[in-house]
């Protein structure tokens, strides 16, 4: 589903002017007339006493709607064009929560157009609908586990995982949530969390401002306090994946909203082929932790069946498959952060012996957790990452339609 949409709108052009120092403003309109609160980046005083203003624009404020509100911030003057920024998750704004939700692109930046148009109408009539554009992408897709428990241990086994440039964010680690790449990222975030904890969180949020005299909050508690939703959110194991325009472009994805709207129709698999692609180093990493090892006898074995090598006297020698071993052992005892941090091994020898047992079949997620709990069997990992773009949504599921297909169909 379409977690969050990013959408920057430019101004008309007719109503923008382009100074000689290169910054932008506004020709023609009364600021009174947008009925937006405004501040300015910095203020100055002119030759005839007069206080003179230099990038004017609206704050993020909050859009009311039907449910969740629709982040909202207005940019009227300065270096970049006059443009107008939206951003909120479509799910949250079409039904209430984001357990699960639509990934049709037409449907959610309708609704999210819609409820800017209704907030501020003059303001919407001097945009350029056409110019919107797609700044950022959340696209998240769940996998189902059988309790709460692994959801938990799955979140702590992937804390560790890393592979090439893809590693998990400092200081970002929570009990429930792991994150790669880094916040300020211009191309690419990707994040496994545990849904429960936060949807927990969310909804006793709402029943405090209900408690507060907040009316707009009790749309939100009835759809949050579903026992259906509340339920599914227990066991699932959520992985997000941000795309930015940088990103869309480099992978020649239109950004613009109306192309991308006539990208999806003619690909209806985008959401997931960029999801997967965005997830790709990440899912690379964990490869093979669907083969079980049951003890160190049988990784041995492994080595020896790999890089035994025949003498001349009809025997093997297994001097290659115990020496691995033995790095395999030293991962197992002092961790494999550990091993690498001491240089106990040049650079290109630990990624060579590195390669050659996930050549027996142990995945490098396996091998990057071995110290963690050395006598426990792992869980069928494979099982938990298998996001099943058929169960993504419960069968009794029906497809929101955005908020300006109903009224035209009551017309």
């Known amino acids: 589903m379409f977690d969050m949409i990013e959408l920057r709108i430019n101004f008309d052009s007719s109503l923008v002017d382009t100074y000689e120092n290169g910054r932008y403003g506004m020709v023609g309109v009364d600021y009174n007339e947008l009925e937006i609160p405004l501040g300015a980046k910095s203020i100055h005083y002119r030759e005839d006493g007069t206080i003179g203003t230099d990038g004017i624009y609206n704050p993020w404020g909050s859009i009311p709607t039907s449910f969740t509100g629709l982040a909202c911030k207005v940019h009227l003057d300065g270096y970049f064009f006059p443009h107008v920024v939206i951003k909120g998750s479509p799910a949250k704004l079409l039904q209430g929560h984001n357990v699960f939700g639509t990934d049709n692109l037409q449907v959610c930046i309708e609704e999210m157009l819609y409820w800017l148009q209704q907030a501020y109408p003059t303001l919407y009539g001097m945009l350029a609908i056409q110019t919107a554009e797609i700044r950022r992408l959340d696209i998240t897709y769940m996998s189902h586990v059988s309790n709460p428990k692994h959801v938990r241990q799955a979140i702590d086994f992937m804390s ?5 440039q893809t590693k998990p964010t400092k200081n970002k680690k929570y009990e429930t949530t ?3 790449g880094g916040a300020t990222s211009r191309l690419i975030r990707q994040k496994c969390y545990a849904k429960h904890e936060e949807f927990q969180a969310q909804l006793s949020e709402y029943r405090k401002k209900a408690k507060q005299g907040d009316k707009t909050a009790l749309p939100i508690i009835q759809a949050m306090s579903d026992e259906r939703v509340l339920e599914l959110s227990k066991n699932s194991l959520r992985w997000e994946c941000t795309l930015l325009a940088r990103w869309l472009e480099r992978n020649d994805i239109p950004t613009n909203a109306w192309e991308l709207i006539k990208y999806q129709q003619a690909n209806p698999d985008f959401p997931q082929l960029a999801w997967k692609k965005g997830f790709i180093k990440i899912f690379d990493a964990i490869k093979g932790m669907e083969m079980k090892i049951v003890n160190d006898d049988v990784v041995l074995a492994r080595l020896k069946k790999e890089y035994g090598k025949p003498l001349k006297s009809g025997k093997y020698s297994y001097r290659k498959a115990v020496n691995l071993f033995g790095f395999y052992i030293q991962l ?65 599921y029906i497809e929101p339609i955005s908020t300006p297909q109903k009224l035209a169909k009551v017309a």
Do not use: C, H
């Not at 560790?160 to 090439?164: A, H, V």
């Not at 050395?374 to 990992?381: D, G, L, R, T």
């Open 178 to 180: 792991v994150y790669w």
């Open 332 to 396: 197992k005892t002092m961790g494999y952060a550990e091993v690498k941090a001491q240089q106990l091994y040049s650079r290109s020898s630990f990624y060579r012996l590195e390669s050659e047992l996930i050549a027996i079949g142990l995945s490098k997620a396996y091998i990057q957790n071995l110290s963690v709990d050395s006598n426990s069997n792992v869980i069928p990992f494979v099982q938990i990452i298998n996001v099943d773009f058929n169960k993504q949504l419960p069968d009794w």
């Open 160 to 164: 560790r995982i890393s592979n090439g």
